[in-house]
């Protein structure tokens, strides 16, 4: 081993404490000299903590004595303390330097500060952290939930409702079942939420979040903590059942949030539950004490942008109709349901087969399954924000009998002419916004034409031609298999890596066109440079307004739509 414990007890001879004692796994510990620490700030003891392998592998940490968690600001679970500390290898120090750097900003960073009085307030720069910390203290696999799931926003005043714990994941969702979301989002939980059992919730909203020297501990606590923001009628609804019968109907929760996070409690009492083990039943009994729990977001707001995309709320409403589920369609869909949009209508007649495998959002699994039904369903399941319906049936015969009011957005991604034909017909009698997506063989172009919703692909009745072609960017010889869904058994090579990045500017542009960020239509074309095109077919030639991305790896470029 290339680094002398010797050489370190040399440097910080005032601060170790020998003997050094063998920790788990081989590692090597000193305890830390702290000294005299003022009333009301002691630490039992910490020490350093050098893992087996150090220099060369492992971080040093420094660990709190148990009684410092939660009394003491930046203790992480087991103790370890949360400050600059040790790099880690290949950062251009050696092992005693990383040391000492991690000794001297605990005295100097930590312990002078926390003497001081200077961190006191430093638990509600995290407190969700600490409360994690709490709920992992007093985790046990007798615990009535293991976690809230909250799917809507936060009340304006204190208020009773109901919820539903879900077994066997113990899952608390704060919601009735007659959310359509919630529904949604149970199904997508499939045998985790085998058993529902309904609970009762007092939703509470906070100005501050809990710290550790002011979250309930106990049941009187937490009453009287409820009793002070509940209405009387509320609180006595709440509690009479818990404290008046040894056992109650339904499980009592308390949920305390704000915009910083939320806090859970199980109130004791409450039914026990029957879990069903193999073939065996048992039931479980209801908590003594108040249990904390842990409280998430599932909400599209929280989950799609982490509240920082506005868009998300204005996308739950919209409306858009995806024609095609290939290589291109496929990951599209699953994209803007990522990004929430709320409904989305998927038309393609295909099934899957083994040529899609390498390209396709979908694998084995769906072999010979309809394309449209097994990408609603899987995507649904995967993102239970948005409403999927799937359609069997050819784009163009499907557009020939429907109509397309209250559609907010059309992407065709079939490659198909008829498709557009028949699509451009239905906008003349309700208009709509359109996108057209395709790629060129090898992906070594791809297009998106973003067209507003009074802009047509055939600007009158008796126009016949087609833009599609010359919008390309490449010339083709004719012994180039092109690749165009529901046209062709044959299929020109591409990788699922290749089609990525028009995947990427179709997503984008489509919700620039359905947030109504883009003023006007246009067309908008990545190019690959001439290495790219010579490795998939020799001397190829880009048209006049594509040959700027000849000496590039790859451009982009935007054209307004005429």
């Known amino acids: 081993m290339s680094f002398e414990l010797a050489s370190l007890t040399d440097k910080l001879a005032d601060v170790l404490v020998e003997p050094a004692t063998s920790g788990n796994n081989g590692g090597t510990v000193y305890r830390l000299n702290l000294g005299e620490l003022p009333a009301g700030r002691a630490i039992s003891f910490a020490e350093l903590i050098l893992p087996k392998g150090f220099p060369e592998t492992g971080i040093a940490r420094i660990r709190l ?35 000492v750097s991690l000794v001297a900003n605990f005295f100097r960073k930590f312990l002078a500060p926390w ?17 994690d910390v709490h709920v992992a203290r007093l985790k046990s696999n007798d615990d009535t939930a293991r976690g809230i799931w909250t799917v809507d926003e936060i009340p304006r005043k204190a208020q009773i409702r109901e919820g539903l714990l879900l077994h066997p994941a113990r899952l608390v969702i704060a919601s ?37 020297s002011t979250w309930p501990r106990n049941t009187d606590e937490l009453l009287r903590l409820l009793q002070a923001r509940l209405k009387p009628p509320d609180f006595q609804r709440f509690i009479e059942k818990t404290l008046r ?53 599932i909400d599209p707001m929280w989950t799609v942008g982490r509240d920082q995309i506005s868009q998300v709320s204005d996308r739950q409403q919209k409306h858009v109709v995806v024609l095609g589920a290939g290589a291109l369609g496929s990951p599209v869909i699953e994209q803007i349901a990522k990004a929430g949009i709320g409904k989305i209508t998927i038309v393609d007649s295909d099934v899957m087969e083994t040529a899609n495998l390498g390209r396709h959002l979908l694998g084995v699994p769906f072999l010979e399954y309809s394309k449209a039904d097994s990408v609603a369903n899987e995507v649904s399941r995967n993102h239970p924000s948005c409403t999927i319906k799937a359609i069997n049936d050819k784009a163009e015969a499907w557009l020939s009998t429907v109509e397309l009011k209250g559609v907010d957005a059309v992407l065709d991604l079939t490659g198909e002419p008829s498709v557009r034909w028949q ?32 802009t047509l692909w055939f600007p009158d009745e008796t126009s016949t031609e087609d833009r599609f072609n010359s919008l390309e960017a490449i010339d083709w010889p004719d012994g180039v298999i092109r690749q165009v869904p529901g046209c062709s058994s044959r299929f020109q090579a591409y990788t699922s890596a290749n089609a990525a990045y028009a995947v990427a500017m179709v997503t984008e542009n ?6 109504e960020e883009m003023k006007s239509s246009k067309a908008v074309s990545w190019i690959r440079g001439r290495e790219f095109l010579d490795k998939q077919w020799k001397n190829l030639t880009y048209r006049d307004w594509a040959k700027g991305a000849e000496q590039h790896p790859g451009i982009m470029l935007e054209r307004a739509f005429i």
């Not at 085998?194 to 906070?206: E, G, L, N, S, Y």
């Open 176 to 212: 009735d079942g007659d959310n359509q979301f919630v529904q949604r989002l149970i199904a997508s939980l499939g045998f985790r939420a085998k058993q529902r059992v309904r609970v009762i919730i007092a939703d509470i909203p906070i100005s501050r979040s809990f710290v550790p």
């Open 65 to 99: 004595s148990p009684e410092s968690e939660l009394r003491v600001p930046h203790v992480e679970r087991d103790g370890f303390l949360c400050i600059d500390g040790d790099p880690g290898p290949g950062r251009g120090l050696d092992g005693e330097e990383r040391v």
């Open 245 to 297: 019968r040894r056992r109650s109907r339904e499980h009592r929760i308390a949920l305390f949030r704000n915009h910083e996070g939320g806090f859970g409690f199980v109130l004791p009492g409450g039914p026990p539950v029957i879990l069903q083990e193999g073939n065996r039943q048992r039931a479980r009994r209801p908590p003594t004490r108040i249990q904390p729990i842990s409280v998430d977001r």
């Open 510 to 515: 489509a919700l620039l066109l359905i947030d």
């Open 115 to 131: 003497c001081n009085g200077d961190l006191d307030a430093d638990f509600s720069k995290e407190p969700q952290n600490y409360w």
């Open 423 to 454: 699509l451009n017909e239905a906008r003349r009698k309700h208009p709509c916004k359109m996108l057209v997506g395709w790629m060129e063989p090898f992906v070594a172009a791809a297009h998106v034409c973003a067209l507003t919703s009074e």
